[in-house]
């Protein structure tokens, strides 16, 4: 059965969310006051409703309670949010993501009790820092305890050997997840690089220069195993 999920917001962050759970299987519900952006998303997703989501009847009217998760995407009026968030909490909504945008309103979300808090702008700031710092960093995700998943352009001192040679576990401290390799293929009769998973690497699988690794790992070992490798 698919998740039925409600986003609340239709900007940006919002429609991207909706969007992106519609084409995973998702049953979403798009809401927004603005009509016009509903009947844009309309396409997208299985219900659009233009309605003050901070009106408990007509949130309950709509269906609210069935949904599995309520996202909270209103970036721009952090008041109708916070008025949005306390009127899901107080009717009882199973699950509820909200956004922040800065510290201050992730403190002020925390204290009125929301569990689940998005900041995008935060993590695509980041995300920019760490890719400026140190280009061979493509993405990361940072996990408890200084550990982390990340996915790096392979240093060139690697490119060329097998993984039984670099032997990342026992001189990094580093696992391998995968790898992600280019393919030529071709498309609109233009050729086009594009990256698949490569599967669970083998010891003899040989690194390649448009490789990416995705690693497990403390993040200082990750950092030490590019620098030493450059």
């Known amino acids: 059965m698919a998740k039925k999920i409600a986003v609340i917001g239709m900007g940006q962050f919002g429609m991207a969310i909706a969007k992106t759970l519609s ?52 970036g721009e009026d952090f008041e109708q949010l916070l008025l949005c968030t306390t009127v899901l909490m107080d009717i009882g909504v199973k699950r509820i993501m909200a956004r922040s945008r800065g510290e201050n309103q992730r403190i002020i979300l925390e204290k009125i009790g929301v569990k689940e808090i998005l900041s995008p702008e935060d993590e695509v700031g980041m ?17 408890p305890d200084e550990y982390c998943i990340m996915e790096v352009a392979p240093p060139p001192d690697v490119i060329g050997r097998s993984l039984i040679d670099i032997d990342l576990r026992r001189r990094y401290d580093l696992n391998l997840i995968t790898m992600k390799r280019s393919t030529e293929v071709v498309r609109d009769g233009e050729k086009v690089q594009e990256q698949h998973i490569y599967g669970i690497p083998k010891g003899e699988s040989i690194i390649r220069d448009n490789d990416s690794l995705v690693l497990f790992g403390k993040r200082k070992d990750v950092e030490r195993f590019i620098e030493i490798n450059q």
């Open 23 to 74: 084409t995973k299987g998702a049953e979403v519900m798009a809401i927004d006051r603005n009509e016009t952006i509903i009947e844009e998303v309309a396409e997208n997703v299985d219900m659009a409703v233009a309605m003050d989501a901070t009106d408990k009847k007509t949130l309950i009217s709509q269906g609210i309670l069935d949904f599995e998760a309520v996202v909270v995407a209103i």
């Open 127 to 143: 995300n920019v820092a760490e890719r400026l710092m140190n280009p061979s960093i493509v993405s990361y995700f940072d996990l």
